[in-house]
């Protein structure tokens, strides 16, 4: 097993975090949520970087701290929905680990970013509403997603996705 970056990508609601951490105690790497690294870094919410400062400011700062973790090894990373799809982040994930997508359906992403709350890009959308979003986002993001290394159906239950990714990321060595 190489000691480079594993990257979680896919979109918001995807179970980046979720299976990040288990997939990083399994491994017995570090776990570092790129989101929870902005907030920390710039002691500010995503929401209230949005709301203040704008997504593109957000899109700079999001792909400074890319950079910044890429430099670390032995680590699992889960990227916010949109990091492969701004600057030139998805060739810095490429070069510098292993990248997993996590794919769901629409129905299921649905159901899951129904009641969120914190997420900007997503709250105080009515159900129809969100329900497009996510369709038109997935439709122009999937062209990124679609160049990770590993691809996984995430629609299934956390410790047979954990199980599937182990079993991809030693094949992929
Ligand atoms: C975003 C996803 C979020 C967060 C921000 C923007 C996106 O991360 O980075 O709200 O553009 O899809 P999660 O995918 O962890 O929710």
Do not use: W
Request: positive net charge; proline residues 1%; hydrophobic residues 35%.
């Amino acid at each position: 097993m190489s000691a480079k970056c594993i990257y979680l990508i896919g979109f918001m609601g995807s179970g980046k975090t979720t299976i990040g951490h288990a997939l990083a105690k399994a491994l017995h790497y570090e776990f570092v949520d790129m989101d929870h690294y902005i907030e920390k870094q710039q002691q500010l919410s995503i929401a209230d970087i949005f709301m203040q400062q704008g997504e593109e400011s957000f899109r700079l700062i999001e792909s400074q701290a890319l950079d910044q973790l890429s430099k670390d090894k032995n680590i699992v990373i889960s990227t916010g929905g949109g990091t492969p799809c701004f600057h030139d982040n998805m060739s810095i994930i490429r070069q510098s680990g292993v990248s997993i997508y996590l794919k769901c359906s629409i129905d299921s992403l649905h159901q899951r970013l129904k009641h969120s709350q914190e997420r900007p890009l997503v709250s105080n959308k009515s159900d129809k509403e969100l329900k497009r979003y996510i369709r038109e986002t997935l439709s122009t993001r999937k062209e990124f997603y679609q160049k990770a290394d590993i691809r996984v159906i995430a629609d299934v239950e956390i410790a047979l996705l954990l199980r599937k990714i182990l079993k991809k990321i030693s094949h992929n060595n």
